[in-house]
């Protein structure tokens, strides 16, 4: 599997979740990895990312809520998102890209991302 992501869910304004992403050696491997989300009617944007040293990104929309991690052992990557707000609702999606290049230009396939909602 390139990329699987995991742990959306339904949660209530101001609870917390915990989102994981699985991701093959060639895409994870001295890569930077990032966290992105698409709502209904919305471009895909980039939420947060993390380069392979662990330099992290953060939107502003997210900054102060959100904390992107990742296990360089395990190929692994997450994000923990807490005080999450009604507009945070969207499909959620980790890929990879080069660092040095545009985190639009992403290294695996979307997938089907996991969905979180929350409500009001």
């Known amino acids: 599997v390139q990329l699987q992501a995991c742990g959306g869910g339904l949660v209530q304004a101001g609870g917390s979740l915990r989102l994981s992403c699985a991701a093959s050696?060639?895409?994870?491997?001295?890569?930077?990895m990032g966290w992105y989300r698409q709502a209904p009617g919305k471009q895909r944007e980039l939420v947060a990312s993390?380069?392979?040293?662990?330099?992290?990104y953060y939107a502003d929309s997210v900054k102060g809520r959100f904390t992107i991690s990742r296990d360089n052992a395990k190929n692994w990557v997450y994000l923990q998102m807490n005080s999450l707000k009604p507009e945070d609702t969207a499909v959620y999606y980790c890929?990879?890209?080069?660092?040095?290049?545009?985190?639009?230009?992403?290294?695996?396939?979307w997938g089907q991302g996991t969905q979180v909602t929350v409500s009001s």
């Open positions: 050696g060639s895409i994870f491997r001295l890569n930077a």
């Open positions: 890929n990879g890209y080069r660092a040095a290049y545009s985190s639009s230009w992403v290294l695996g396939s």
């Open positions: 993390i380069t392979s040293g662990g330099s992290a």
